[in-house]
Protein backbone atom coordinates (compact mmCIF):
# COMPACT_ATOMS: atom_id res chain seq x y z
CA UNK A 1 0.00 0.00 0.00
CA UNK A 2 3.23 2.63 0.39
CA UNK A 3 4.84 4.63 -1.75
CA UNK A 4 8.37 3.10 -2.19
CA UNK A 5 9.45 -0.30 -4.50
CA UNK A 6 12.34 1.46 -5.70
CA UNK A 7 11.43 1.38 -9.23
CA UNK A 8 10.00 5.09 -9.18
CA UNK A 9 12.94 7.85 -10.38
CA UNK A 10 12.74 10.16 -7.17
CA UNK A 11 13.21 6.58 -5.18
CA UNK A 12 16.50 5.74 -7.44
CA UNK A 13 17.56 9.57 -7.21
CA UNK A 14 17.77 8.97 -3.38
CA UNK A 15 18.91 5.14 -3.09
CA UNK A 16 21.89 6.65 -5.57
CA UNK A 17 22.87 9.64 -3.21
CA UNK A 18 22.69 7.18 -0.46
CA UNK A 19 25.67 4.62 -2.61
CA UNK A 20 27.26 7.70 -3.17
CA UNK A 21 27.84 9.31 0.52
CA UNK A 22 28.69 5.98 1.74
CA UNK A 23 31.19 5.24 -1.30
CA UNK A 24 32.71 9.23 -0.70
CA UNK A 25 32.62 7.64 2.94
CA UNK A 26 30.54 10.65 4.07
CA UNK A 27 27.92 8.18 5.83
CA UNK A 28 29.52 5.62 8.24
CA UNK A 29 27.94 3.14 10.65
CA UNK A 30 27.28 3.86 13.83
CA UNK A 31 26.22 7.51 12.08
CA UNK A 32 21.87 8.52 12.91
CA UNK A 33 19.42 9.50 9.86
CA UNK A 34 16.16 11.03 9.36
CA UNK A 35 14.08 9.55 6.42
CA UNK A 36 11.06 11.87 6.32
CA UNK A 37 8.61 10.65 4.62
CA UNK A 38 9.51 7.41 4.82
CA UNK A 39 6.88 5.38 2.47
CA UNK A 40 7.71 2.05 2.12
CA UNK A 41 10.62 2.57 4.19
CA UNK A 42 13.03 1.66 1.46
CA UNK A 43 15.10 4.60 2.06
CA UNK A 44 15.82 3.91 5.59
CA UNK A 45 16.09 -0.24 5.19
CA UNK A 46 18.95 1.20 2.67
CA UNK A 47 20.54 3.19 5.26
CA UNK A 48 20.31 0.61 8.37
CA UNK A 49 21.89 -1.99 6.09
CA UNK A 50 24.72 0.26 5.48
CA UNK A 51 25.01 0.36 9.60
CA UNK A 52 23.33 3.19 10.42
CA UNK A 53 20.45 3.99 12.74
CA UNK A 54 17.86 5.47 12.50
CA UNK A 55 14.05 6.72 12.29
CA UNK A 56 11.28 7.01 9.62
CA UNK A 57 8.52 9.57 9.80
CA UNK A 58 5.52 9.72 7.82
CA UNK A 59 2.07 11.49 8.27
CA UNK A 60 0.06 8.30 6.76
CA UNK A 61 -0.33 5.62 9.08
CA UNK A 62 -0.58 2.64 6.47
CA UNK A 63 2.82 3.78 5.01
CA UNK A 64 4.42 3.27 8.92
CA UNK A 65 2.81 0.36 9.43
CA UNK A 66 4.34 -1.27 5.83
CA UNK A 67 7.60 0.22 6.58
CA UNK A 68 7.83 -1.33 9.97
CA UNK A 69 6.71 -4.91 8.46
CA UNK A 70 9.85 -4.14 6.05
CA UNK A 71 12.18 -3.39 8.70
CA UNK A 72 11.46 -6.79 10.09
CA UNK A 73 11.37 -8.52 6.90
CA UNK A 74 14.49 -7.23 6.27
CA UNK A 75 16.35 -7.34 9.31
CA UNK A 76 16.43 -3.35 10.36
CA UNK A 77 13.87 -3.68 12.96
CA UNK A 78 16.81 -3.00 15.51
CA UNK A 79 18.13 0.39 13.70
CA UNK A 80 15.46 1.58 11.93
CA UNK A 81 12.25 2.88 14.09
CA UNK A 82 9.45 4.09 12.62
CA UNK A 83 6.49 6.62 13.57
CA UNK A 84 3.72 8.71 12.37
CA UNK A 85 4.29 11.96 12.13
CA UNK A 86 6.04 15.32 10.60
CA UNK A 87 8.95 16.59 10.58
CA UNK A 88 7.25 18.99 13.80
CA UNK A 89 6.64 15.65 15.91
CA UNK A 90 10.35 15.43 16.50
CA UNK A 91 12.07 17.12 19.58
CA UNK A 92 13.67 20.23 18.74
CA UNK A 93 17.11 19.92 19.79
CA UNK A 94 17.55 16.41 17.82
CA UNK A 95 19.49 16.16 15.18
CA UNK A 96 20.39 13.67 12.69
CA UNK A 97 23.65 13.24 10.51
CA UNK A 98 21.91 12.83 7.29
CA UNK A 99 18.43 13.67 6.42
CA UNK A 100 16.56 11.91 3.04
CA UNK A 101 13.27 13.02 2.15
CA UNK A 102 11.62 12.28 -0.88
CA UNK A 103 8.47 14.10 -0.53
CA UNK A 104 7.14 16.70 -2.78
CA UNK A 105 9.13 20.50 -3.79
CA UNK A 106 6.12 22.49 -2.13
CA UNK A 107 6.37 20.86 1.27
CA UNK A 108 10.02 20.58 1.08
CA UNK A 109 10.10 24.13 0.77
CA UNK A 110 7.79 24.96 3.43
CA UNK A 111 9.22 22.97 5.36
CA UNK A 112 12.60 23.48 4.74
CA UNK A 113 13.97 25.59 7.95
CA UNK A 114 12.36 22.82 10.43
CA UNK A 115 14.51 20.33 8.21
CA UNK A 116 17.48 22.27 8.45
CA UNK A 117 17.34 22.54 11.87
CA UNK A 118 17.30 19.09 12.61
CA UNK A 119 20.46 18.25 10.55
CA UNK A 120 23.74 18.09 12.55
CA UNK A 121 26.63 19.93 11.90
CA UNK A 122 28.40 18.69 8.89
CA UNK A 123 25.33 16.50 7.81
CA UNK A 124 24.64 15.53 4.64
CA UNK A 125 20.90 16.70 3.13
CA UNK A 126 19.17 14.24 0.37
CA UNK A 127 15.96 15.85 -1.36
CA UNK A 128 13.59 14.19 -4.00
CA UNK A 129 10.43 14.08 -5.52
CA UNK A 130 11.41 17.64 -6.99
CA UNK A 131 10.31 18.09 -10.93
CA UNK A 132 13.23 19.56 -12.56
CA UNK A 133 11.31 22.55 -13.49
CA UNK A 134 10.60 22.94 -9.66
CA UNK A 135 14.08 22.62 -8.24
CA UNK A 136 14.87 26.46 -8.59
CA UNK A 137 12.13 27.25 -6.23
CA UNK A 138 13.74 24.43 -4.22
CA UNK A 139 17.03 25.73 -4.48
CA UNK A 140 16.19 28.88 -3.62
CA UNK A 141 14.56 28.31 -0.53
CA UNK A 142 17.44 26.28 1.11
CA UNK A 143 19.98 28.75 -0.33
CA UNK A 144 17.66 31.55 1.73
CA UNK A 145 18.88 29.57 4.61
CA UNK A 146 22.33 29.31 4.22
CA UNK A 147 23.30 26.23 1.93
CA UNK A 148 25.13 26.09 -0.90
CA UNK A 149 23.99 24.91 -4.44
CA UNK A 150 23.34 21.14 -4.34
CA UNK A 151 24.81 18.45 -6.33
CA UNK A 152 21.41 17.98 -8.82
CA UNK A 153 21.07 14.51 -10.95
CA UNK A 154 17.97 14.09 -13.06
CA UNK A 155 15.70 11.40 -14.27
CA UNK A 156 13.39 12.23 -16.80
CA UNK A 157 11.29 14.87 -15.43
CA UNK A 158 12.07 14.18 -11.57
CA UNK A 159 15.72 15.26 -10.21
CA UNK A 160 17.31 14.86 -6.63
CA UNK A 161 19.18 17.27 -4.91
CA UNK A 162 22.04 16.69 -2.89
CA UNK A 163 24.04 18.75 0.19
CA UNK A 164 27.39 17.19 2.36
CA UNK A 165 29.14 18.70 5.32
CA UNK A 166 26.32 21.15 5.52
CA UNK A 167 27.45 23.65 7.41
CA UNK A 168 27.54 24.09 11.32
CA UNK A 169 25.14 27.51 11.07
CA UNK A 170 23.00 26.85 8.18
CA UNK A 171 19.56 27.84 8.39
CA UNK A 172 19.63 28.79 12.15
CA UNK A 173 19.58 32.49 11.79
CA UNK A 174 16.68 33.14 9.00
CA UNK A 175 13.67 33.68 8.24
CA UNK A 176 10.91 30.80 7.14
CA UNK A 177 10.12 30.42 3.75
CA UNK A 178 6.90 30.85 2.06
CA UNK A 179 5.91 28.05 0.23
C1 LIG B 1 7.01 9.86 -2.62
S1 LIG B 1 6.70 8.96 -1.15
C2 LIG B 1 8.37 8.47 -0.72
C3 LIG B 1 8.44 7.09 -0.12
C4 LIG B 1 9.87 6.57 0.06
N1 LIG B 1 10.60 7.40 1.03
C5 LIG B 1 10.62 6.53 -1.24
O1 LIG B 1 11.60 7.25 -1.39
O2 LIG B 1 10.21 5.77 -2.13
C6 LIG B 1 6.36 10.29 -0.02
C7 LIG B 1 5.87 9.89 1.34
O3 LIG B 1 5.91 11.06 2.14
C8 LIG B 1 4.76 11.08 2.98
N2 LIG B 1 4.56 12.50 3.34
C9 LIG B 1 3.98 13.47 2.61
N3 LIG B 1 4.07 14.65 3.25
C10 LIG B 1 4.71 14.41 4.42
C11 LIG B 1 5.11 15.23 5.52
N4 LIG B 1 4.84 16.53 5.56
N5 LIG B 1 5.76 14.65 6.56
C12 LIG B 1 6.03 13.33 6.55
N6 LIG B 1 5.66 12.49 5.55
C13 LIG B 1 5.03 13.03 4.49
C14 LIG B 1 3.68 10.42 2.17
O4 LIG B 1 2.66 9.89 2.99
C15 LIG B 1 4.46 9.36 1.40
O5 LIG B 1 4.46 8.11 2.07
Not at 17 to 37: F, K, S, V, W
Not at 39 to 45: F, R
Not at 47 to 66: E, F, N, R, S, V
Request: negative net charge; glycine residues 12%.
Amino acid sequence: MAFGTGHHPTTALCLTCIADLHREGAIAPGMQYLDLGTGSGILGIGLAKLGLTGLGLDIDPQAIACADENAGINNVAENFKVAVGGINSLPADKTFQVIVANILSKPLIFMAKDILSHLAPGGCLALSGILVEQAPDVIRAYERLGLPAPVQRNEGEWCGLLWTNVAVDAGKNAESVEA
